[in-house]
């Protein structure tokens, strides 16, 4: 069976990070599973997401623009899922993007938000279900 197993992010700063994705990454069904110094792992659905630093980092600033991976985006049962996440971001270290399109910046069938955090890594949380 094909799937994905995990995905491993490499933050500069584990403090800041260990706040703003452990909000998003709870408020959107992952459980953490293991934390150390350096990092913690969050599991859902049979794969992980593993967030941390090393000390072989080439450079200490994420962007997005560059060649990698653009986002990661969630999925949440509903419309009403995503607008609380969306309204509850702010106060977690998170800041809307496209809002002058939400909740559809991805085309009228597609009900989503996007954030993005202080390090610049961008997040998309998708409602499965429509209004």
């Not at 792992?41 to 600033?61: E, I, K, M, Q, R």
């Not at 969630?74 to 496209?98: K, N, Q």
Request: no cysteine.
């Amino acid at each position: 069976m094909a799937g994905l197993h995990h995905v491993e992010l490499w933050v500069s700063d584990q403090g800041s990070a260990r706040e703003d994705w452990a909000w998003l990454l709870a408020r959107v069904g992952f459980e953490r599973a293991d934390q150390w110094d350096r990092g913690e792992s969050w599991h859902a659905n049979g794969a992980y997401l593993t967030v941390t630093t090393s000390p072989t980092l080439a450079h200490d600033v994420h962007d997005r623009r560059r060649p990698g991976i653009n986002h990661l985006a969630f999925e949440v049962p509903t419309a009403g899922d995503v607008d609380a996440i969306m309204a509850e971001a702010p106060s977690h270290g998170w800041s809307p993007l496209y809002h002058d399109r939400y909740p559809n910046a991805g085309g009228p069938d597609h009900y989503a938000g996007w954030l993005e955090n202080a390090a610049g890594f961008k997040a998309e949380v998708v409602a499965t279900h429509r209004p």
